[in-house]
């Protein structure tokens, strides 16, 4: 760039430029006397939330927080603990009217010592790959596995195999992301039952260990964990899982087609030990005319143990949290009841959402709409919305608002899920949608850091969950089906 | 994320869904055949340029030699020349029907030894701070200068000071980037005068010396060169210039509030020798029906010398080459002729743009349709129009095919700067508009390097590109004006 051929300065956003005058605190009460009504005043309300989160936004620095001095945020490790007592005490400082610590109890895996893995190409002549063990798998024997490899490219091609192909060798599961799909996590639905159902479907086949593809787009050198699940099978049956990097599965995918008597070893020392107690951290503005009418922001507080867990998702913690804090700043007091909740327990069990879930139920409270940021800390392009279609044609009314900030793609669709559990009670379920182009070169894996986080991005995110918090509270919306459950 | 809630699986992009299909190769003929007309049509070809880009990019490769093999391309420097060669090779490899370079002479900056530059607060006591010379600069004299600081928050303020306020003084720009704009180039926009013409108004009021505050929104310690001139100032005149890292910037504020007495030391050795002899480099596949009507698409090969020039603009650069390459690939010959153009010394001179555009007048050539990009590798968001309001309205026909993709915001406003002296031609010039949240992150600075490119933002911006250029080629645009030049 040149320093004089701006090519879209000026021209780009003529809404912004109309809506930048400068207008004192009290701009609502004014608007509101000036006669200003409608999507004029909504606009300006909006222009406040994002000018204020890309001004003096908190976001950035809790999340520095909770990464660099807390870091990866396992359920049921100390780190955990440390975000919950962390996030309450910045929520206390905000002035809320209330915050609190809801107890739940959480599964506790520990990874162990760093795992260990090469290929053998012949007796001597041995590569090292990077592996990690996936959440919830058993640890292989002390000494490790070393067995030969079946290469399939999902669990249905497993299924097909003769028992006598598979018994006695590690399946590797090595199907990637489809390249061409535009959401990422649309490519992500694509694979990742192998890596929650592959180690059972492979023991079922009589097979001693499970080796899966990282769910990455990217080739390189990094792991990537995440959950799986025995199922059903006895635990005598369990066999260890491994996730291998996408580098290191290209490897082994050539010495493999080069010679198939290549071995396999492994070696990992997680565990399963007892549940613990653990907490959804809550905050809560009390609505000034319909206290009752609750509307929940969250992202979850636990992550995986490898990274930090800045995206995933402590991005969408500190984001709910902002969206409190923007709306008391810009001096906008929410006629319904705001609540942050910042759920335990999403990656390795959703006991938190669950639970919180429950809690609702047990005590009789009316749920609205909840809004999950767990899509990472990049751009926000739009939200995604779990409603009827009649509060879709609505929320549609609103898009017009967001588009002077590049949100553009509202749809009917999923969540996020830790407010999944909630949707019983008929409300509206929304979750914000960031770019998701660079999401999984970082999900569950090692380079999930702070350093990966742009602030510029992390704020609008957050602006941008405000400002729909703010029009839900502000016009509701109509024909929400009758709830199954509550009072 | 946990693996069986995938919150916008399967329904945010029905429409690519309904497209999935596979087709053969032969796809536009059986298509024709087969009754599919228009924007069905029209959908099929791009949704195979996106898959190709996707799946099969050359980009990302290209983009790799450039920045790691070959490294920051100033013009007139070895690197540049280096890249000219690396280009026009890649170019003839791909079969288009001519590959040549068009010579230009383009002048060249060296920025000798590395800058060094410290506050002093008092004799003894000093903090190094990071800068570097602003290209154009003249450099210090041999043993630096040390002076006291005059800080500005822009030339009009500079300009409101007495001579005596300011003569024998460091003048220190620092007013930043607005935080609050959605368009960083906007906010790029509103303090880059200060980078340009500072020197030369600082030197006007008898300063010996200029520090501008990095053109960049984050706090960080890059400092970030760019062009400054010195206008009609006589060369006696000339002080030299350079800029300061955001984080030296707030230090030496903070410093000067504690104490305006403090001195400033910096010391550069940059020097502007004569012209040298360098080239675009051009591409172009004839057009099958009107090749006299040239359609161009573009980036600039040279860069600044401190990072690789990864975002501005080797991104440009190779994404221009895969239009080329992703429409040949997919089988889709133009009617038009289509032509790459890598323009030289964007940065400092423009004199690549400028040598074509007169080169275009002198032998006559029509050009239609040009499209450039310079502004960073990161996910397309749109594109910005320079052209009438039939033009672009005739556009607008078209962007409901580039939703599945999830780019949604055509402007009317400025293109690029090597493709603006076309237009007294009366084309329709455009731009690519990438996300640009952290665009001036890099910009111009050491850390604008490869590993800030993310390969399916590159690759989608490539097949937006290749997209539009589709679109054109087979439907033109009404109502351009008549051209000013040419035949």
Known sequence: MIPLMIPNSKTVLPQIRLLRTRLPQV???LLACMGLH?????????????????SQGRSYEWLNHLSNQIGGRLSGSV?????????????????????????????KWVRGTAEFAYIESEPGNTNNVPVCALGGSVATPVGGIKAGVVEVQGIAELQELPREEVAGKIVFFNRPMEATLINTFEAYGGCVDQRHGGAAAAARLGAVGVI????NLRLDDFPHTGSMSYGDLPASQHIPAAAISTNGAELLS?????????KFYFRQNCRQMADVLSYNVIGEIRGSENPEQIMVVGGHLDSWDLGDGSHDDGAGCVQSMEVLRLLKTTGYRPRRTLRVVLFMNEENGMRGGTKYAQEALTSGEEHVFALESDSGGFTPRGFSFDCTPEAFEKI???????EPYLVHHFTRGGSGADIGPLKPQGLVLAGLRPDSQRYFDYHHAENDTFDAINRRELELGAATMASLVYLYDRYGLPDQPAREGGR
Do not use: H
């Open 254 to 262: 050539t010495t493999l087609k080069l010679n198939p008597q290549i």
């Open 79 to 107: 780190q955990a603990q440390q975000a919950v007592e962390y996030t309450k005490k910045e929520l206390e400082g905000l002035g809320l009217d209330r915050v609190w610590l809801q107890p739940v109890m959480v599964p």
């Open 212 to 215: 899966v593809r990282s769910m």
């Open 27 to 29: 701009a609502c009460l």
């Open 38 to 54: 409608g999507q004029e005043q909504d606009a300006e309300v909006i222009r406040k939330i994002y000018e204020t989160s890309l």
């Open 396 to 402: 549609m009314e609103w898009k017009p608002l967001f």
